[in-house]
């Protein structure tokens, strides 16, 4: 069982900077770690992942802006969001996941975001 806790969310305004912080209970450093994000009457889309050996990906509608770190010997994975955009408001929610010896999906409770002047 991996417990995953979000801090960093906030009000800020638009072009503006946040960096998300997640902590993990446990060692992750065989899983893939993502932040997802949901908006009020949408469903929850991937915002960026990285993979255990390193890899990332973003969703194109981030890309250039959001940077995601990950540091295993502190089991933490860190979000960057730059040059924020209203349509970036959402909760963020950190994920957990393995298939290595069986499947395995952990998320966070969520932190909110909101980008707004």
């Known amino acids: 069982q991996v417990q995953l806790v979000e801090s960093g969310g906030g009000l800020v305004q638009p072009g503006g900077s946040l960096r998300l912080s997640c902590s993990a209970s446990?060692?992750?450093?065989?899983?893939?770690m993502g932040w997802y994000r949901q908006a009020p009457g949408k469903t929850r889309e991937l915002v960026a992942v990285s993979g255990s050996l390193g890899s990332t990906n973003y969703a194109d509608s981030v890309k250039g802006r959001f940077t995601i770190s990950r540091d295993n010997a502190k089991n933490t994975v860190d979000l960057q969001m730059n040059s924020l955009k209203p349509e970036d408001t959402a909760v963020y929610y950190c994920?957990?996941?393995?298939?290595?010896?069986?499947?395995?999906?952990?998320w966070g409770q969520g932190t909110q975001v909101t980008v707004s002047s």
């Open positions: 994920n957990a996941a393995r298939t290595i010896g069986g499947f395995y999906d952990y």
């Open positions: 446990a060692s992750i450093f065989d899983y893939a």
